[in-house]
């Protein structure tokens, strides 16, 4: 009996993968959604009656119950590179020009495939299930986001069985939001009053960061898989056969990857893309051309963070037609008035545009933008939309240039113009447009991250005269919140929760949301982690600040200009004596396994080849070496090592297996 359910549970899931891998993977559905269902909730009912039977890998365990405390690390065995990039057909050509003269002949091909623009994911799978899932992070050491990796309805929890599955195969690939579910989401967050993301890949990325991961699954993540990490035996001999073995096991695989001949059918596959990408129900930012044969590969090796093996060519910004309807003057959070276009709502790159920057009064003199013109906008990046061209020919008759302001919009205070720059300034330190500016960078995603301090109660706590400062948010008490429109005790106490919790934020975020000139949450990071304190960082000389290797001599001048001026140390005064608690984060090591050794590679090892083993010391602060000697601290061997094993031998120099080495690897990411 027990033995029926069982057989039942397990005939269940085959069924319930196939459809999944039907569905999800190859869109070819077999059954409806109804019949589906069905199936789950068998599968659930008999789960339910017997927990005991219950295993990682069933379609039912894709989201777990409860939210993490933080994300565990984990160091790549093998390193996770990035691209160089080429922006034209020329470009391609020299590529191919020093492929064609470091491999020494002309009988080699490439595999053409999109650039997904997602994030780099990699997945372990150890004798066919998924056990790890984590991000590229700087290459070496990412985030475990395993719970939320397995919500991604495309990724197995099991890789098809009788497949020659080995036993360890790292999977690589990229997470991605379908432009569908991007708006869906944007739009459901406009509604509640939450900021938007500014594209699919951020959206990709904070919906893999978040730590509960019942929340991802409802983000309708997808993924692409496009390399191997670490094997414990490689799948082919070359790409475009391991994306055929890929799919053998179930692995979702890009339908359009080509091969392609030469460096001529590369461009115009690449070309190609360039229009056809927006008939695509995912963002691509480019094509990724690469090398087909790995024994290629390794002999092209890799430069300090890119292969020379691939290159990708990214597509020139999408742009769109418009009107203006109307100029508008905003206020920045240090006072720099920007002309921005109201414009008549349009779509690029799956967002529906309705305001794209001018930039500053001279641009909008250069463009000659006036209002009822017809536009050109265009979306470089993450950056907010911009106006890059004027259709003259389309003019409407009379109309008006846009007259630089004299005063400040919302304070009404003169403006004056930088000294040999081109901002026009309000230099009012009171403007209310600048203070709301200020607060929501303050409470923004990558500074303080208060949760629901959105732009609109900004705008109410500034104009009631409740907020200030900075300092001020923290003052705030529930009879104040409530008193607002449209604020339900309980929104309010969220309100109030999420202020709280900015309380103790990590330094660099305190330093970042400060707003100080030049200082982003890249070097907000720097100086946290050079002065590992606030008081540190309060006493350091500009000499000092400049000594540090990332900060150049502008943004030292301006962070000690900042944090010495009396109305600036008066607000982060304020901010302490509120309770206020900028957290030192540990840091994290940047010292390696093999720091100070100098390691030989010989013979042929499973999990990398010859490059990768020696990226992989190099990342973990030791040094390759390519001959043995005295100074040499151990030699790496693995089949076949020929002369290089005889001579440590007889120097007397330790010699490791391959899977001693990944120890080594393995237990400095713990
Ligand atoms: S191969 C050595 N293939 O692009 C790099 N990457 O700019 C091997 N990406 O971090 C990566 N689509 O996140 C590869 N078809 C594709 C890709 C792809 C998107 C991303 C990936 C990588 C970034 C590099």
Redesign the pocket.
């Known amino acids: 009996m027990a033995g029926d359910v069982k057989k039942r549970i397990e005939q269940l899931r085959r069924e319930i993968r196939r459809h999944d891998h039907l569905y999800y993977v190859l869109s070819q559905p077999e059954i409806t959604d109804q019949q589906y269902d069905e199936l789950f909730s068998q599968l659930k009912a008999l789960e339910a009656q017997h927990p005991d039977l219950v295993t990682p890998d069933s379609p039912t365990q894709r989201v777990s119950g409860r939210p993490l405390e933080g994300f565990a690390t984990v160091r790549h065995a093998v390193p ?4 160089d ?1 080429t922006y034209n057909a020329d470009e391609l050509r020299a590529f191919d020009e020093r492929v064609r003269k470091q491999l020494d002949t002309a009988d080699y091909s490439y595999v053409v ?8 994911i990699s997945l372990r799978y150890e004798d066919g299930r998924l056990v790890t899932a984590a991000t ?1 992070g700087d290459g070496e050491v990412g985030d475990d986001v395993t719970a939320n990796v397995r919500t991604i309805k495309s990724v197995p929890l099991s890789l098809i069985d009788g497949a020659r599955v080995p036993s360890v195969l790292e999977v ?1 690939g ?1 997470a991605y939001m379908p432009t569908r579910s991007f708006a869906a989401l944007n739009e459901a967050r406009a509604e509640s009053g939450e900021p938007p993301f500014a594209n699919p890949r951020n959206a990709a990325a904070g919906s893999l960061k978040l730590l509960d991961a019942r929340i991802t699954a409802t983000r309708n993540l997808a993924f ?1 898989a ?2 191997t990490g670490a094997v414990s035996q490689p799948l082919a001999g070359d790409h475009f056969q391991t994306l055929e073995r890929f799919k053998e096991l179930g692995l979702p695989v ?1 339908p359009h990857i080509e091969r392609a001949g030469d460096i001529d059918e590369v461009i115009d596959t690449c070309l190609s893309w360039s229009e056809r990408r927006t008939r695509l129900d995912y963002q691509i930012d480019g094509m ?1 051309v ?1 090398i087909n044969r790995f024994d290629q590969r390794d002999i092209l090796g890799a430069t300090g963070r ?2 020379r093996w ?1 290159i ?1 060519y990214k597509f020139p910004a999408e742009r769109a037609q418009t009107v203006v309807e109307s100029i508008a003057v905003q206020v920045g959070k240090s006072g720099i008035l920007t002309p921005v276009a109201n414009l008549k709502p349009v779509q690029l790159s799956g967002t529906t545009v309705k305001r794209a920057s001018l930039h500053n009064f001279d641009e909008m003199q250069r463009l000659d933008v006036r209002t009822g013109d017809t536009v050109l906008i265009e979306k470089a990046g993450e950056i907010i939309p911009q106006v890059v061209e004027v259709k003259k020919d389309l003019r409407p008759k009379g109309a008006q240039t846009f007259p630089i302001p004299k005063k400040c919009p919302i304070c009404g205070s003169h403006v004056t113009k930088d000294e040999a720059g081109v901002y026009v300034r309000c230099r009012n330190p009171q403007c209310q447009g600048q203070l709301k500016e200020r607060l929501r960078y303050f409470a923004g995603r990558d500074q303080m991250d208060i949760e629901r301090l959105g732009t609109s109660l900004i705008e109410q706590l500034v104009d009631g005269g409740l907020v200030k400062s900075f300092a001020d948010l923290y003052r705030l008490q529930k009879e104040d919140l409530v008193a607002l429109e449209r604020m339900a005790d309980k929104s309010a106490q969220n309100v109030l929760d999420g202020i709280e919790a900015s309380r103790t934020r990590p330094l660099w975020r305190f330093l970042a949301a400060l707003g100080i000139p030049h200082v982003g949450s890249q070097s907000g990071q720097v100086l946290a982690e050079h002065f590992g304190s606030l008081e540190a960082l309060l006493g350091a000389s500009q000499e000092q600040l400049e000594a540090i290797d990332q900060i150049g001599p502008v943004m030292a001048e301006s962070i000690h200009t900042y944090l010495h001026s009396t109305g600036s140390r008066a607000v982060i005064d304020d901010l302490l004596a509120v309770g206020v608690q900028p957290q030192v984060e540990s840091r994290r090591r940047r010292s390696g396994a093999l720091e100070g050794k100098t390691v030989v590679v010989t013979g042929a090892l499973e999990n990398f080849t010859r490059q990768q083993a020696e990226q992989a010391i190099r990342q973990a602060a030791g040094k390759a070496s390519g001959s043995v000697s005295k100074k040499t601290s151990f030699v790496l061997a693995g089949k076949d090592p020929g002369s290089k094993l005889d001579k440590a031998r007889a120097l007397g120099v330790d010699v490791i297996d391959e899977k001693q080495f990944m120890d080594m690897l393995l237990n400095e990411g713990k």
């Open positions: 996770m590179l990035s691209m990039n495939e999109p650039k997904i623009d997602g994030l780099a590229r690589r990229e692409f496009y390399a890009n990724v690469k890119a292969p691939c990708s």
